[in-house]
C-alpha cells in the first residue's frame, strides 16, 4: 500500500517559519515529480510547488515564490517544504502529492492535480496574524 505521510505543520505567527516534510511508504517518485498543494476553508485545491525528483528542477506558484522552497533528499526519500515569512493566506490544509506514471511529464501538467495519482492526508498550517 502507498501512503505519503506529512508532518511538520502547526501554529505559527505572521513572518514565522515552518518546514513540511513528505515521506512516502511503500514506492517511490524518484522518476517523476512530488509537490505540495494546499486547499484553504472554502476554497479550491492549489498548487504551492513540485519538484522533478530525478533532475530536482523546481516550480512555484507566484504567491510563495521567494518565501517557500521545496527540496528532496535522497537518503531519507523525503520531500519538503522550507516556508518563510509566512503570511494569514497561507494558512490551509497542505498535502503532498506523487506521480508515479509520469504525467507530470507533459508540457504545462506539473501545476495541476490531475499529474499526481498519490496523494497524503494534508498536515494543517495555521499563520496567525
Known amino acids: 500500500q502507498v501512503q505519503l505521510v506529512e508532518s511538520g505543520g502547526g501554529l505559527v505567527q505572521a513572518g514565522g517559519s515552518l518546514r513540511l516534510s513528505c515521506v512516502p511508504s511503500?514506492?517511490?517518485?524518484?522518476?517523476?515529480?512530488m509537490g505540495w498543494f494546499r486547499q484553504a476553508p472554502g476554497k479550491d485545491r492549489e498548487f504551492v510547488a513540485t519538484i522533478r525528483w530525478n533532475i530536482g528542477s523546481t516550480y512555484y506558484a507566484d504567491s510563495v515564490k521567494g518565501r517557500f522552497t521545496i527540496s528532496r533528499d535522497n537518503a531519507k526519500n523525503t520531500v519538503y517544504l522550507q516556508m518563510n515569512s509566512l503570511k494569514p493566506e497561507d494558512t490551509a490544509v497542505y498535502y503532498c502529492a506523487g506521480d508515479s506514471a509520469g504525467r507530470t511529464a507533459a508540457p504545462g501538467s506539473l501545476a495541476f492535480q490531475r499529474g499526481y495519482d498519490y496523494w497524503g492526508q494534508g498536515t494543517q498550517v495555521t499563520v496567525s496574524s
Open positions: 511503500g514506492r517511490t517518485f524518484r522518476k517523476f515529480a
